[in-house]
T-cell receptor
Framework: AQKVTQAQTEISVVEKEDVTLDCVYETRDTTYYLFWYKQPPSGELVFLIRRNSFDEQNEISGRYSWNFQKSTSSFNFTITASQVVDSAVYFCALLTSGTYKYIFGTGTRLKVLA | DTGVSQDPRHKITKRGQNVTFRCDPISEHNRLYWYRQTLGQGPEFLTYFQNEAQLEKSRLLSDRFSAERPKGSFSTLEIQRTEQGDSAMYLC???????????????FGAGSRLTVL
């Protein structure tokens, strides 16, 4: 069965702190894709990143970085020097080969306080 | 392009009534998805279309739910005889299929919030 677990329901940090959002996934497939989406208060989910199971290279995009580790089935997301505008719910999602059905985690609500 | 549009944004209805939601995807996108999101949960897959063909339906989609995409452009999601448990945000997303599932990044609309009294 496919499953995505985001154990952190809510995280609060003070602006400029670094914060890591955890994502653990389960799948028996060898080919799969992992995603992070951001859902701001407006409600529209916004794509942040996609990784495939054959590419374990970490990625950095500005203040955002992602750590993909197949050995622990984790795809964690770190925001460096957080800002108030980062406040949102962040979802990790899994897509296995041969299907177009994304499996989302329950999300982590991030509150960045000024 | 204005992105994925959903209408109405909010709908309040009484139990037993029928409701219909409309989604206009990004024009060049050939895949369209419906998801449902309840408070504190992630989006749950309901169904998806490639062009006008409905290719997969979730078991969550009871007989009271029906979705169409008649000309491969906009889509409608109808819920008949609504129940209080249907209260949720109904999200539409679209993508352009390259034949590789993982390459399909979803673009979401802002959602249609349904409240069943």
């Amino acid at each position: 069965a496919q499953k995505v677990t985001q154990a952190q329901t809510e995280i609060s940090v003070v602006e400029k702190e670094d914060v890591t959002l955890d994502c653990v996934y389960e799948t028996r497939d060898t080919t799969y894709y992992l995603f992070w989406y951001k859902q701001p208060p407006s409600g529209e989910l916004v794509f942040l990143i996609r990784r495939n199971s054959f590419d374990e290279q970490n990625e950095i995009s500005g203040r955002y970085s992602w750590n993909f580790q197949k050995s622990t089935s984790s795809f964690n997301f770190t925001i460096t020097a957080s800002q108030v505008v980062d406040s949102a719910v962040y979802f990790c999602a899994l897509l296995t080969s041969g299907t177009y059905k994304y499996i989302f985690g329950t999300g982590t609500r991030l509150k960045v306080l000024a | 392009d204005t992105g994925v549009s959903q209408d109405p944004r909010h709908k309040i209805t009484k139990r037993g009534q029928n409701v219909t939601f409309r989604c206009d995807p990004i024009s060049e996108h050939n895949r369209l998805y419906w998801y449902r999101q309840t408070l504190g949960q992630g989006p749950e897959f309901l169904t998806y279309f490639q062009n006008e063909a409905q290719l997969e339906k979730s078991r969550l989609l009871s007989d009271r739910f029906s979705a169409e995409r008649p000309k491969g452009s906009f889509s409608t999601l109808e819920i008949q005889r609504t129940e209080q448990g249907d209260s949720a945000m109904y999200l539409c997303a679209s993508s352009f299929s390259t034949g590789v599932p993982g390459a399909n990044v979803l673009t979401f609309g802002a959602g249609s919030r349904l409240t069943v009294l």
